[in-house]
Antibody, heavy 127, light 109 residues
Framework: EVQLVESGGGLVQPGGSLRLSCAAS????????MNWVRQAPGKGLEWVSY????????YYADSVKGRFTISRDNAKNSLYLQMNSLRDEDTAVYYC????????????????????WGQGTTVTVSS | EIVMTQSPATLSVSPGERATLSCRAS??????LAWYQQKPGQAPRLLIY???TRATGIPARFSGSGSGTEFTLTISSLQSEDFAVYYC???????????FGPGTKVDIK
């Protein structure tokens, strides 16, 4: 069964740090790019960060740039999100998601989606 | 930065009826548009990618259309399990990243 399981969430004070993990199983993890997506309480979805299969390409949302670091260990089938300088507005459920990349009819153009999601881990930033 | 908007915010539909959800991008995203369904307490589920291609296992009653800046998700005959929040999402090459719309809640009329 294809599965993603997040862990590492919890309560942290503003300015603190937390490291989230995402364990993948049931598919060849090293072949897929991955995303972190978050959802604040009662709000919509917000993309956080992207990492390519080989870690050669990494992107961040402006809201977390300079504070969060995405990484992966393909030997351990694991994805990570190091979160530093946490703020109240970082409070959310954090999901890891597998990125599906599909070639379009246009040469060298691809469509992107997120086809497998974990159940999420909750991060609460509060004093 | 590309901004995504969705309308309506809430759509009240009776079971068996057709639902039409709209998504608009502030600039062209070609067909790089996906749709997700999210039920309370659950992770999102990919429905459509490439604006019109159904993901694996998605029933045929879900269809997507559009390109450029205007997109539509149609649910041809709403089933009880379809009442949920629906999000559109675009992928942009530059600046690189993914952007979600604010969502449309489909509830029972």
């Amino acid at each position: 069964e294809v599965q993603l399981v997040e862990s590492g969430g919890g309560l942290v004070q503003p300015g603190g740090s937390l490291r989230l993990s995402c364990a993948a199983s049931g598919f060849t993890f090293s072949s897929y790019s991955m995303n972190w997506v978050r959802q604040a309480p009662g709000k919509g979805l917000e993309w956080v960060s992207y990492i390519s299969s080989s870690s050669s390409t990494i992107y961040y949302a402006d809201s977390v740039k300079g504070r969060f670091t995405i990484s992966r260990d393909n030997a351990k089938n694991s994805l990570y999100l190091q979160m530093n300088s946490l703020r109240d507005e970082d409070t959310a459920v954090y999901y890891c998601a597998r990125v599906v990349v599909v070639p379009a009819a246009i040469p060298n153009y691809y469509y992107y989606g997120m086809d497998v999601w974990g159940q999420g881990t909750t991060v609460t930033v509060s004093s | 930065e590309i901004v995504m908007t969705q309308s309506p915010a809430t759509l009240s539909v009776s079971p068996g009826e057709r639902a039409t959800l709209s998504c608009r991008a502030s600039q062209s995203v070609s067909s790089n548009l996906a749709w997700y369904q999210q039920k309370p307490g659950q992770a999102p589920r990919l429905l459509i990618y490439g604006a019109s291609t159904r993901a694996t296992g998605i029933p045929a009653r879900f269809s997507g259309s559009g390109s450029g800046t205007e997109f539509t998700l149609t649910i041809s005959s709403l089933q009880s399990e379809d009442f949920a929040v629906y999000y559109c999402q675009q992928y942009n090459n530059w600046p690189p990243g993914f952007t979600f719309g604010p969502g449309t809640k489909v509830d029972i009329k």
